[in-house]
């Protein structure tokens, strides 16, 4: 395990390991040093390394470690930080690093990294973010590993740097032509001093060889294969198979159960009940059931019955409680958030006021790898396998809550089978923890689909009551929302139900109010793939749609003159929002579609744009709605700026992902809650997209310089918004609230 | 609890003291060690756990071990021969495919039955055959672009 550090920065300080042949350098932040050079041995021990050095050196405004080594049997091992759980960055991230470095890709072999909170500061898949925080520090690596590659070939021709050239993984002296390759030349590099980072010349986008192509992921092969790769396919000696059974209804606790029935049935080991730790959302009280096989456990799970106290538990009712949030919503009040100008004012100046309310249920998660964890405690070392976006946070969790020495914990990272938010949350690897301890024995706990969808942290629903005004110029004068959200206390709003300070359209509306009011709601919730905005991209988008129908203007045009401002405004996402950006994802957008062009009876295009995660992205949906309104989707048109494309496929790909995650989600996702437990329980009732309903997706993206931002998230926002805004250019049908079922939609 | 024997991907297994109930796809996973196979709803929805059955896809979540009992099986492990990928992984993997990869092998379960029976597959054809199977990172584009690849692939190339 990593030590604490007790150096302070040393450049060039460098650490040699004895054995093989390779040019190991560890990137590592200020004063972290120490942790670095002990955590280098794991890279060298995979590429028998010769010369090895973990050299330190700063990245400045940097949270993260990068790991590379060059061997001299001609490979480059690239160590890729963060949690791939199905948006691409164990491909991505060495991408960068191999860019920079001038390395053919077809010899980078990619390792998942340790996890190592103290090496690495950010392992963490969320927030769209590890492509965005990693992209200087990734590159660096990359290019300090190649100038100290050129200055030991100069070295040895005896000529200067100047006069080598480094490229596909070879240095070449440009006076007599002989070329090395980096192999041959790694040991000797490894023994130079590692360069500052002022001394190193990053490519220019223009200059990219390997970034924005095609690069299929590093474990296709193993997927298409069937190879274990995922949390729930770890296997180990003696394993044991464990269920977990908590309260449907959310914080009961348990008074009694039938554990002497449980312990005798075939393939049962062991059953027991876990006393809840930490609040409900994190331990719950519940009953472990450990057997032979994963269906010895599902089978004693049927015949367990469990007396439960439920005093304590929620008793939410979603139904009722959306129905009341509607009236809420409409009725004025609520703390006012924000209040710029006067919108009250200008409401009442308007020469055209539109008003509607706006709405969208909870939902779940739902990765299709149920929750699972394993774990093996021997020796006073405790192993675990899980599929986490937040291996670290993990780890210090069940560090805390069982008393457990940090030192002793290895998490290993492992591909997740989705996440979406979800595995942001360690419920399941703080049960599986508990399992261990108590059964002594490594157990697999692998949670049943009715689990999942009963102990998710969801989507809290929202209801937003809206009013616009619009002056004889047909300018968006004012703007005012009245949300009603969620509360556990009564004071604050649930977790990912608050609404977000930079959301569009404030600051390009002078006057501008919004109010919100609580409701008591105590099932947790949490982030859901571009939490907030996921949801608000469909009101905003559908609100300012009818607002520039009241208008009479072209909705393509009434955004435009929307975004016409050219001053940046600040954002909860780091960057600031620069509308000049906006414009260019919707005109390009409306340029694809065929935007203006007359459209056959019954079909219509539906605009929309949103900003999350640093991302512009502008969609086109092109709908056709047939009788019995049934829709067709023909094809959605999305324009994205995030900056340089890393990989094109996945770009691609999880572009598509995020269009087509929000269509099946506003089609007919929507989950009800009576007496604080959830009702939906499987795929039956929850009824995900599937292939006869996916559209035709054009997925573009502009070329731009801007800093590149991550993918996993921003595509999703827009398109409910667009849908709904094509529906109503199809059929004059305006829909406020999801999922389209309510109103008696059905996909075509 | 039976001693059951299943053909495997053309290898004779013997399941020793195993519940007849239990679903093959546990069978599969636990007994086995054939982990390729997938675990999604349980109840026959999502299509994770496709597998072949004497020669059909069936959703092996919901079929008793006992039922395969002599019977031939082919898993996600058994669709490459000698190494070779058949068309249809080949295509997965050229053209990206994969998202998180959790449902992958399901849908190229699918997909080879549907080839098998459809050298030349239209996109309802396609989307007819791939409607049990859930991808929850949302592949569909991509998938029905490579079932058409590869069915050109195995027909020669010819369009």
């Known amino acids: ?748 | 609890m039976t001693e059951i024997t299943l053909n495997v991907n053309g290898e004779s297994k013997t399941l020793k003291d195993v519940d007849p109930e239990m679903p093959l796809l546990w069978a599969l996973r636990d007994e086995l060690n054939l982990v390729g196979t997938k675990y999604g709803c349980g109840i026959a929805q999502c299509g994770a756990c496709t597998v072949h059955f004497e020669g059909s896809p069936v959703r092996s979540c919901s079929l008793p071990v006992s039922a395969a009992a002599g019977k031939n099986i082919t898993t996600v492990e058994g669709l490459a021969k000698d190494e070779q990928l058949n068309a249809l992984q080949q295509a997965w993997v050229d053209m990206d495919v994969p998202q998180c990869g959790y449902c992958q092998a399901g849908q190229l379960m699918s997909a080879t039955a549907l080839l098998e029976k459809n050298s030349n597959p239209s996109d309802d054809d396609i989307d007819t055959a791939m409607a049990g199977n859930i991808c929850r990172c949302g592949t569909y584009v991509r998938i029905r672009a490579a079932i058409k690849q590869a069915a050109k692939a195995k027909r020669g190339g010819a369009a």
């Open chain 1, 1 to 748: 395990m990593s030590k604490q550090s007790t150096n302070t920065i040393n450049i060039n300080r460098r650490k040699f390991l004895g054995g093989g042949s390779a040019l190991v350098l560890g990137f590592t932040v200020g004063c972290k040093q120490e942790a670095s050079q002990s955590a280098a041995v794991t890279p060298i021990e995979n590429v028998s390394a010769e010369v090895a050095s973990g050299a330190s050196m700063p990245l400045q405004s940097s949270t993260f470690n990068a790991w590379l080594s060059i061997s001299n049997n001609g490979t480059a091992t690239i160590l890729a930080s963060n949690p791939e759980i199905g948006q691409g960055v164990k491909t991505a991230l060495p991408m960068i690093v191999a860019e920079e470095l001038d390395f053919p890709w077809e010899k980078v072999i990619v390792k998942q990294a340790p996890v190592d909170p103290v090496v690495y500061e950010r392992q963490v898949a969320g927030g769209s973010y590890s492509v965005r925080s990693l992209w200087d520090p990734l590159r660096q690596a990359g290019a300090t590993a190649r100038a100290m590659l050129v200055k030991a070939a100069a070295d040895g021709w005896g000529i200067n740097v100047d006069d080598c050239a480094a490229s596909n993984g070879m240095v070449s002296n440009s006076i007599t032509g002989d070329s090395l390759d980096y192999g041959t030349l790694a040991g000797k590099a490894a023994k130079l001093p590692v360069p500052e980072i002022e001394s190193l010349t990053l490519k220019a986008t223009a200059d990219y060889g390997l970034l924005g192509q095609r690069i299929s992921g590093v474990d296709n092969q193993a997927i298409v294969t069937g190879q274990p790769l995922f949390g729930i396919d770890t296997t180990l000696d003696n394993l044991h198979y464990a269920t977990y059974s908590s309260c449907p209804n959310i914080g009961g606790t348990i008074v009694n159960t039938n554990l002497e029935h449980i312990k005798k049935l075939k393939g049962v080991v062991q059953a027991f009940i876990v006393k809840g730790k930490g609040g409900y959302s994190e331990l719950r009280d519940g009953v472990a059931i450990v057997a032979n096989s994963t269906w010895a456990t599902i089978s004693a799970k049927k015949q367990l019955e469990i007396e439960w106290d439920t005093t304590d538990a929620s008793t939410d009712d979603w139904s009722a409680m959306r129905d009341q949030a509607e009236q809420l919503a409409t009725a004025g009040g609520g703390e006012v958030l924000h209040n710029d100008g006067d919108a009250d004012a200008a409401l009442a100046a308007a020469k055209t006021k539109v008003s509607a309310t706006y709405s969208y249920p909870f939902v779940s998660h739902a990765p299709l790898e149920p929750q699972n964890c394993t774990v093996r405690i021997a020796d006073g070392k405790v192993d675990i396998w899980a599929p986490t976006q937040v291996p670290a946070r993990a780890m210090k969790s069940a560090a805390e809550m069982f008393d457990l020495d940090p030192a002793s914990i290895t998490v290993h990272q492992i591909r997740a089978g989705g996440g979406f938010g979800r595995r942001l949350y360690n419920d399941y690897f703080l049960e599986a923890v508990a399992i261990a301890l108590e059964a002594k024995v490594p157990v697999k706990l692998t949670w049943t689909r009715e689990d999942d969808m009963a102990h998710d942290y969801y989507r809290p629903g929202g209801t937003h009551g809206l009013q616009a005004g619009i002056d004889n110029q047909g300018k968006l004068t004012a703007w005012k929302n009245h949300y009603v959200t969620y509360s556990e206390d009564g004071k604050e709003a649930v977790r990912w139900g608050a609404y977000m300070e930079s959301t569009f359209p404030r600051q390009l509306v002078e006057n501008y109010q919004i109010n919100q009011t609580l409701q008591l709601q105590t099932i947790p919730t949490g982030a859901w793939r571009a939490p907030i905005s996921c949801a608000f991209g469909f009101v905003i988008n559908g609100f300012i749609n009818e607002v520039s129908t009241a208008a009479g203007i072209d909705h393509r045009d009434f955004m435009l003159e929307l975004l016409a401002q050219d001053d940046e405004i600040p954002s909860i996402f780091g960057d600031a929002f620069v509308p000049a950006r906006a414009r260019e994802t919707i005109i390009e957008v409306c340029k694809r579609a065929g935007w203006g062009k007359q459209q056959a009876d019954n079909r219509g295009l539906g605009l929309a744009f949103y900003f999350s995660h640093n991302a512009y992205v502008a969609e086109v949906a092109d709908v056709e709605v047939l009788a019995g309104n049934k829709i067709k989707l023909h094809k959605v048109y999305a324009v994205t700026d995030v900056g340089p494309i890393v990989n094109m496929s996945m770009a691609e790909n999880i572009c598509q992902g995020g269009i087509i995650d929000g269509i099946s989600t506003m089609a007919r996702l929507e989950l009800d809650a009576k007496a604080g437990a959830v009702i939906e329980s499987n795929f039956d009732q929850y009824q995900m997209l599937r292939m006869p309903e996916a559209p035709e997706i054009d997925a573009h993206f502009l070329q731009t310089d801007n800093v590149p931002s991550g993918l996993g998230e921003p595509t999703l926002p827009p398109i409910a918004g667009a849908v709904v805004n094509a529906i109503y250019a199809a059929s004059g049908k305006r829909v406020r609230e999801l999922p389209l079922s309510r109103a008696g939609f059905t996909l075509a």
